[in-house]
């Protein structure tokens, strides 16, 4: 699942596309302004596939977090604006966004831009396989994991259930879900077996393992982010 930072300090218009997204597939995380949407712009760049930006919020603007944003990344950028002088377009391109969307809009026009937007660019999860989070290297492209410099030798099935993990950093999968994915819904042995293998994927991580591999009881597992 692809995640979407969408900043804008007026309530109802992100909820609004955040609702949108979340119905075409999306992962949202929601920003009410600019120095909450770079904060987690560097909390969650390894995992992001485009960010949607309001100009005029409180603290730094769109533009500016665009601005800051190109320094490091080249992530797809998408201004939306209440404005629509000439003047505000060319400033939202030359800060370095990729698409300018002028208020109102048609929420769902917008995810058709999203979409158009990430096929033009190639999303971060089709054109890098490697993620690195919180100093964990995970590159699917040569199925490797390193922590520290070292490479972590898994097994495929817990290679894939770390795989899951990252995908969607701080998501709750029960068991039953990690053995659909992993497993297959074919599988008809233990549930319980899931436990198990996430009990020594944890051990192979060590104290990276026990600060971010949490058992949220009665539920099922997460990566959680420090």
Do not use: C
Request: aromatic share 8%.
């Amino acid at each position: 699942m692809e995640n979407i930072i969408i900043a804008d300090d007026e309530l109802r218009i992100r909820k609004l596309v955040s609702d949108f997204l979340r119905q075409a597939g999306y992962n949202v995380i929601e920003a009410e302004d600019g120095d909450e949407a770079y904060a987690l712009f560097e909390k969650h760049k390894s995992n992001l596939s485009l960010i949607i930006l309001d100009i005029m919020m409180p603290g730094l603007n769109g533009w500016e977090v665009t601005k800051k944003i190109r320094e490091t990344s080249n992530l797809p950028v998408i201004i939306l604006t209440a404005r629509s002088e000439e003047f505000d377009e060319l400033m939202g391109y030359e800060s370095g966004a990729d698409d300018y969307v002028t208020k109102p809009f048609s929420p769902s026009v917008l995810v058709k831009r999203v979409e158009a937007l990430l096929r033009r660019s190639g999303s971060k999860a089709v054109a890098s396989s490697e993620k690195n989070f919180n100093d964990l290297i995970f590159n699917d492209d040569a199925h490797e994991v390193r922590l520290g410099g070292k490479e972590i030798d898994l097994t495929l099935k817990e290679y894939n259930i770390l795989k899951k993990f990252l995908e969607t950093p701080g998501r709750v999968f029960s068991r039953e879900q990690l053995l659909d994915s992993v497993w297959g819904y074919d599988f008809t042995g233990d549930v319980r077996t899931v436990d198990s293998h996430v009990a020594r994927l944890r051990t192979k991580l060590g104290d990276w393992g026990a600060m971010h591999l949490k058992t949220v009881y009665g539920i099922g597992y997460k990566i959680e982010e420090i």
